[in-house]
């Protein structure tokens, strides 16, 4: 309790903002301003009116945030908290791709770092991409780096998608047999998983959806009961908002380590020292920037 005290009066002198991603721990989760997905604090990031920003998260998510708000402090409480996804490509490896399909566009997910997003042509993310990709005015489309989501664009596109390999190995080891076993044990509850997910777990669910969409749709469902398929993170979320309803994970393994560094320790100590903190060299933040706004130019 003292930390979290301590922590509420230094956010204030501070003129900080705490924000969480939807996979943090629920300790952190609820001593935060805004809970969401990457889109919704990196959006809320750039509006708000304060000085200091505490990204509880990973990495991208916290460069996406000093992307947008150059002039705001971004710091990352647990230093080295990482997505993998987004090191599974690096630039030159990009470029060599491009180079490859000379005549296609390149979308990259906001799960990237800052140099890919500045060798793209415009980011998406989990909820958007299908919009994203019909947006654009060419018929070839480099999708980096989630081969999962590159595989459910492709499912409503007919433009030709040229995945990269890369994955998020918390929903890659989700499993048909997962959905099987959890729809035996919960017959009546609705199977939402997200896009990250192999092609064999969506075409067992009943909804597909980014976290945002699945926080709106277990709001609004007549259902009393969700199978959950994505990072364990989001049931705190989802309860915290619908206590009278029952979620179960799709896979109590379903845990992304990265996630799950940061502790309220850990955020008081970046209030205190303003430390580790993000910033994007400005020759890159600048190209990084314009596929993000292109990308939120995209009516969805
Ligand atoms: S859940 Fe997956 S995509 Fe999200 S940060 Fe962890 S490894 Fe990356």
């Known amino acids: ?50 000085d200091v920003i505490i990204f509880c998260g990973v990495d991208f998510m916290a460069e996406t945030a000093a ?25 030159e490896q990009l470029c060599d791709l491009k180079s490859l399909h000379p005549e296609a566009a390149v979308v990259c997910y906001v799960n990237s770092t800052a140099e890919i997003k500045a060798e793209s042509d415009v980011c998406c993310t989990s909820a958007n991409g299908v919009e994203v990709v019909a947006s654009l005015s060419e018929d070839e489309v480099i999708f980096v780096p989630d081969r999962n989501l590159a595989a459910y664009v492709a499912r409503h596109t007919k433009k030709k998608i040229i995945p990269w390999d890369g994955y998020c190995y918390v929903h890659d080891r989700l499993t048909a047999q997962d959905v099987t076993t959890a729809r035996a044990l919960h017959p009546e509850a609705e199977v939402l998983v997200h896009p990250e997910c192999s092609p064999q777990v969506i075409d067992l669910a009943d909804f597909v959806y980014s976290t945002a969409g699945m ?22 979320r989802l309860k915290k908002e ?8 799709l896979s109590e393994n379903a845990i992304c380590q990265n996630m799950k560094k940061t502790d309220l ?6 209030l205190q020292t303003l430390e580790p903190r993000v910033s994007v060299p400005e020759q890159i933040a600048v190209r990084a920037r314009r596929s993000i706004e292109r990308m939120l130019a995209v009516k969805v």
Request: aromatic content about 4%.
């Open 1 to 50: 309790m003292a930390t979290i005290n301590e922590i509420l009066s230094l956010k204030k002198e501070r003129r900080a903002t705490i924000l969480a991603h939807n996979y943090q721990i629920a300790e952190v989760q609820d001593v935060a301003d805004l809970v969401g997905d990457s889109l919704e604090l990196s959006r809320a990031a750039a509006r708000l009116d304060c």
């Open 67 to 91: 992307i947008l708000s150059p002039q705001k402090t971004v710091v990352l409480p647990a230093r080295g908290a990482c997505c993998p996804m987004a090191h599974m490509i690096t630039p």
């Open 215 to 236: 926080g709106r749709h277990a709001n609004s469902s007549s259902a009393s009961e969700f199978i959950i398929g994505t990072e364990i993170g989001m049931i705190h």
């Open 242 to 249: 619908n206590p009278s309803k029952e979620f179960y994970p």
């Open 265 to 270: 320790d850990l955020v008081l100590r970046a």
